[in-house]
């Protein structure tokens, strides 16, 4: 069983950086973490995904270069750097974490976070 805490949303102006986090307790060994966004009235997008034993990583391409996701083993903890945030970036972001590697697939993931909102202000 795997719990996911989110945090680092919030309002920011177009062109801004955020970092979201993404806590988690309980088993972690060969699970894929991912981050995906949901905009109102769309359906959840993947974004990125990190394998927790040796940390590679799959974008989206859209936002390959402005997004980066890591991880800290440490503090059980996978982060989502944003950069360069635009209007069309405004959503809600969701950490999930599962066991398949079709980590670009929603289905992919048995565990979910609560999401944190993300406002990117023109």
């Known amino acids: 069983q795997v719990q996911l805490v989110e945090s680092g949303g919030g309002l920011v102006q177009a062109g801004g950086s955020l970092r979201l986090s993404c806590a988690a307790s309980?088993?972690?060994?060969?699970?894929?973490f991912g981050w995906f966004r949901q905009a109102r009235g769309k359906e959840r997008e993947f974004l990125a995904a990190?394998?927790?034993?040796?940390?590679?990583?799959y974008y989206l391409d859209s936002v390959k270069g402005r997004f980066t996701i890591s991880r800290d083993n440490a503090r059980n903890t996978v982060y989502l750097e944003m950069n360069n945030l635009k209007p069309d970036d405004t959503a809600v972001y969701y950490c999930?974490?599962?066991?398949?590697?079709?980590?670009?697939?929603?289905?992919?993931?048995?565990?979910w976070g609560q999401g944190t909102q993300v406002t990117v202000s023109s």
């Open positions: 309980g088993g972690t060994f060969n699970t894929y």
């Open positions: 999930a974490a599962g066991y398949s590697r079709t980590y670009y697939s929603t289905t992919a993931y048995n565990y």
């Open positions: 990190i394998r927790w034993f040796d940390s590679n990583t």
